[in-house]
């Protein structure tokens, strides 16, 4: 089936085109409330958006083939990151796309700031002439503090630096390395460094801890006639108290792109000129926008395919060499978590993965995933991705465990996988790289596993698989390939029957009731 994807914010037309060429369906629906938002996203399997967009829980729940959402851009707060790990949806971003464009946006309010270049552009349109009012401050030599420095405050650090600011900083999880390659001095402590600063500009995410970074308290400590800016996340400064200090003259100007509401229409700052506010413009430039529409085209189209998403935010991603060496295996470990499901028939406690030969070593969590997938969908208990395999096995009771060995049993490689004693292993074969069966409840076999397959576990004696042979014929039922392993210790054997035709309850019983000794059978589709 052709995958979907909705855009629901303005994209780079190249993303479009990338997605398209890689025959995905991409359609632009641009402003839907949110009701629209939820009744449409049931037939889509991406999701792509920029940061007006409120990917809720309702959406994500609503979205049952939903397997990736896109933000074309860095900040994922518009995004229920938490629903949709549960659900097993990628989430992914564009995080360099646009962060030259944030810092060059920050110097600009900066400057704007500093030399009054709005109020000025206003009574210049104005028809009138004044210069007096509009004497500003120079950046050189003043004290740039700067609250996160990740990718966006690192590139304000550097183009302050080359204004000739004195830099100082606030940022736990910054090394002190970082901070001393970027000219910055660190501190450990906010409070400590708001009162050094004649600028102050905030690069944070939104979080818990940053919303509210910055109210009535922090302000009191400030310089006079500070100048604020702000373009990473509206409400780090808390908005009404801001202009409180505004209207008192404690802070000489703002200059903000984000705000505690959007899109804001009504805020307090309106009210001052030396506010400079502009609408949430940090990423809008051509470059910025044709960067993050590209690579997130890139990233979503990767998502759906079952490649690697480099920017998932909710699952490590696979490096390459893992991908090469254990890839091939997901499809088959999927197929082996579906037998299980079918053949031990409840959920299992325990699951242990064992990767053998030139397996061993590797990270096996994408063959689990893979395994997870097989066992559960099978009882359509749930959607499992490398996203929410963890959470999944967790939420059913399921304990697992992994382990690898350098003996793959005479196979180059081989995944065997045990589910409450019940086992089953397979290796991979041929050009094609197709899953063989190498072991079932301990018998070992060698064979290709078809849609449709009868088991049979049975007192190994003559003429048991004739009489196999005589019902699936008289019921019209094609036996297209057969392996039998025998127990020579207890007397047991296993066939395994690819079959095509319709197996019913009444084949099945006549099966039952035509051998004797038989010990189990079971019906697998695969
Ligand atoms: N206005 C706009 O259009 C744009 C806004 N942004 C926003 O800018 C912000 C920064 O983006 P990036 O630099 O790319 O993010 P980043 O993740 O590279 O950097 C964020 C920094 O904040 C630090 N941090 C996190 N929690 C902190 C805390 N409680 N206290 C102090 N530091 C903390 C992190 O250690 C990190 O160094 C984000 O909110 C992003 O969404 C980014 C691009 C465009
Ligand atoms: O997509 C946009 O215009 C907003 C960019 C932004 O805020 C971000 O990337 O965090």
């Known amino acids: 089936m052709t995958k979907k994807v909705l855009v629901t914010e303005k994209l780079a037309e190249a993303g479009l085109s990338m997605l398209r060429d890689r025959g995905i369906e991409a359609d632009v629906r641009l402003k839907m409330p949110p009701e629209e938002l939820v009744a449409a996203i049931p037939a889509y399997d991406g999701l792509i958006v920029r940061s007006a967009t409120k990917v809720t829980r309702e959406v994500i729940e609503a979205g049952g083939r939903l397997r990736v959402i896109g933000r074309a851009g860095v900040g994922v707060d518009n995004v229920d990151v938490e629903a949709a790990t ?11 796309s646009n962060i030259v464009s944030a810092a060059e946006h920050t110097m600009a309010l900066m400057l704007a700031c500093a030399r009054n270049v709005a109020q000025a552009n206003a009574v210049v349109h104005a028809h009138e002439w004044e210069r007096g009012r509009f004497t500003g401050v120079e950046l050189y030599e003043k004290t740039l503090a700067i609250f996160g420095l990740g990718r966006v405050g690192g590139l304000v650090a550097e183009r302050a630096r080359a204004f000739g600011m004195r830099l100082v900083g606030y940022d736990p999880y910054c090394s002190p390395e970082r901070a001393e390659q970027l000219g910055v001095a660190l501190f450990d402590d906010v409070d400590a460094v708001v009162p050094l600063a004649d600028f102050i500009t905030v690069h944070l995410p939104k979080t818990k801890e940053t919303i509210g970074m910055f109210g009535p308290d922090q302000y009191a400590r400030m310089k006079d006639g500070v100048v604020l800016v702000n373009t990473a996340r509206g409400g780090i400064f808390e908005e009404k108290s801001l202009a409180d200090f505004l209207a008192a003259g404690k802070i000489g100007a703002v200059g903000i792109d984000v705000f505690e509401a959007e899109p804001c229409r009504e805020s307090p700052l309106h009210e001052f000129d ?28 990767a998502g759906l395919e079952g490649s690697i998403v480099p920017t998932a935010l909710n699952m490590a991603p696979v490096p390459p060499e893992v991908m090469d060496a254990v890839g091939p295996y997901v499809p088959a470990c999927q197929m082996m978590g579906s037998m299980l499901a079918q053949i031990h028939g409840e959920i299992p406690q325990f699951l242990k993965l064992c990767a053998g030969g030139e397996l061993a070593g590797a990270d096996p969590s994408i063959l689990v995933a893979g395994t997870l997938k097989g066992l559960l969908s099978y009882k359509n208990t749930a959607t499992v991705t490398p996203v929410n395999a963890n959470a999944v096995a967790k939420r059913h009771g399921i304990k697992v465990e992994t382990a690898s060995a350098p003996d793959a049993g005479g196979y180059a490689s081989r995944v065997s996988i045990v589910a409450d004693g019940t086992e089953v292993a397979c290796t991979l074969a041929g050009e094609s790289q197709a899953a063989r069966l190498v072991s079932l409840l301990g018998y070992k076999l060698d064979i290709a596993p078809a849609g449709q397959s009868l088991v049979f576990e049975y007192v190994d004696a003559p003429g048991r698989i004739g009489v196999i ?14 392996q039998i392993s025998a127990s020579p210790e207890d007397g047991r054997a296993l066939a395994y029957v690819n079959v095509e035709g319709e197996v019913t309850d009444a084949v099945l019983a006549k099966l039952r009731a035509g051998l004797s000794d038989l010990k189990s059978l079971w019906h697998v589709r695969l």
């Open 86 to 96: 549960e659900r097993g949806v990628i989430v992914c971003n564009a995080p360099t």
């Open 274 to 301: 030396n506010a400079v506010l502009t609408p949430h413009l940090g990423a809008s430039t051509r470059e910025a926008q044709e960067r993050a529409g590209v690579q997130i085209a890139e990233y979503v189209a």
């Open 469 to 482: 042979g005589t019902i699936l014929g008289e019921e019209g039922i094609n036996i297209t390939t057969m």
